[in-house]
């Protein structure tokens, strides 16, 4: 079966880059149609799409925080790696990441998620 | 962006009622919307997918119907399990936008 576990610090200080990486597995990212994405959701507000990446490498971000995220993937690891430069104290969420199936952009599973705490 | 607009943000219900939960969308979508459901300290579950798919394993009495931009989450016979938030996600287009939830709350 499908699952996924983010895993990355808990705590970072403003003006950090943070780095979380979403490992799965019963899936592989070089199925066609496939995708990873990353959405947070800070404490007691709703979830927030961040990034999506596609088994053929096609990528794509938030607008509103594309400057500052990058999203990768390590197939052979089955790994998915998201990084968020310049951390604010807003950023503090919980992220998690999501299997993408084919077809369609919506998630139909979900890691745990990870929350991360922005404070200095 | 398509703003996904949810109504009402919370409803107090009693078991074995019926709850219905309206989605809006800014513009059209067809019938790309999802509806997630989130239990405290707990990720999103999928329950329906293209507006009125059944997710596997998900329960008969969750259903979903709408197009376009209105869409209706619908519990009937309400169990104790599904006291929870639920939020609807369009996945028609980029950047892909979540509702603000809403929460099902014991009457």
């Known amino acids: 079966q499908i699952t996924l576990k983010e895993s990355g610090p808990t705590l970072v200080k403003p003006t950090q880059t943070l780095t979380l990486t979403c490992t799965f597995s019963g899936f592989s990212l070089s199925t066609s149609g496939v995708g990873v994405g990353w959405s947070r959701q800070p404490p007691g507000k709703a979830l927030e799409w961040l990034a999506l990446i596609y088994w053929d490498d096609d990528k794509r971000y938030s607008p509103s925080l594309k400057s500052r995220l990058t999203i990768t993937k390590d197939t052979s690891k089955n790994q998915v790696v998201l990084t968020m430069t310049n951390m604010d104290p807003v950023d503090t969420a919980t992220y998690y990441c999501?299997?993408?199936?084919?077809?369609?952009?919506?998630?139909?599973?979900w890691g745990q998620g990870t929350l991360v705490t922005v404070s200095s | 962006d398509i703003q996904m607009t949810q109504s009402p943000s919370s409803v107090s219900a009693s078991v074995g009622d019926r709850v219905t939960v309206t989605c809006r969308a800014s513009?059209?979508?067809?019938?790309?919307l999802a509806w997630y459901q989130q239990k405290p300290g707990k990720a999103p579950e999928l329950l329906i997918y293209t507006a009125s798919s059944l997710q596997s394993g998900v329960p008969s009495r969750f259903s979903g119907s709408g197009s376009g931009t209105d869409f209706t989450l619908t519990i009937s016979n309400l169990q104790p399990e599904d006291f929870a938030t639920y939020y609807c996600?369009?996945?028609?287009?980029?950047?892909?936008?979540f509702g603000g939830g809403t929460k099902v709350e014991i009457k």
């Open positions: 996600q369009q996945a028609n287009s980029f950047p892909l936008t």
């Open positions: 999501a299997h993408r199936p084919v077809g369609a952009n919506y998630f139909d599973y």
């Open positions: 513009q059209g979508i067809s019938s790309w």
